[in-house]
């Protein structure tokens, strides 16, 4: 079997994460935004290993993970591994990042509330050494 056949496939409506918010690949499909209730929604897929860097959220973030393993960290704290079923419930304005196991997609639901304040606040990435250490 080919290397690409093991691959994940993208949903039809999802488009690649901005490369420079991302290391390696993930695809993002919005599922709810521009509405009255202020928040999106968005599924987002990390291909093994991809990971977003660190950043935060003016007004908080809600993490459903759906499929897959995948890593929670917040700054200075050890990183978590999240599997489906989990959720994480982020402060606003807590330095952060997730992605990927180095062998397991990462699919999680991303409810961004009040995003009239602002929906990330992005900041460098998070380091191969800072990755690896997730995995300990």
């Known amino acids: 079997m080919s290397n690409a056949a093991n691959r994940p496939q993208a949903p039809a409506a999802a488009k690649r994460g901005p490369a420079e918010y991302f290391t390696g690949t993930a695809w993002v499909t919005m599922l709810a935004g521009d509405n009255p209730t ?10 093994p290993g991809c990971r977003n860097n660190w950043h935060s959220h003016p007004a908080g973030q809600l993490l459903v993970v ?3 393993q995948g890593y929670y960290q917040e700054k200075g704290q050890p990183a978590q591994l999240l599997r489906a079923g989990d959720t994480v419930s982020i402060a606003p304005g807590v330095v952060h990042w997730h992605g990927a196991t180095t062998d397991s997609i990462f699919t999680h639901l991303a ?6 304040q ?10 191969d050494e800072q990755y690896r250490a997730a995995h300990e």
């Open 118 to 127: 602002g929906v990330s606040d992005w900041l460098e990435p998070v380091t």
């Open 111 to 116: 409810i961004n509330p009040n995003v009239k």
């Open 38 to 47: 202020d928040c999106t929604v968005a599924d987002v897929t990390f291909e």
């Open 66 to 68: 759906t499929a897959g």
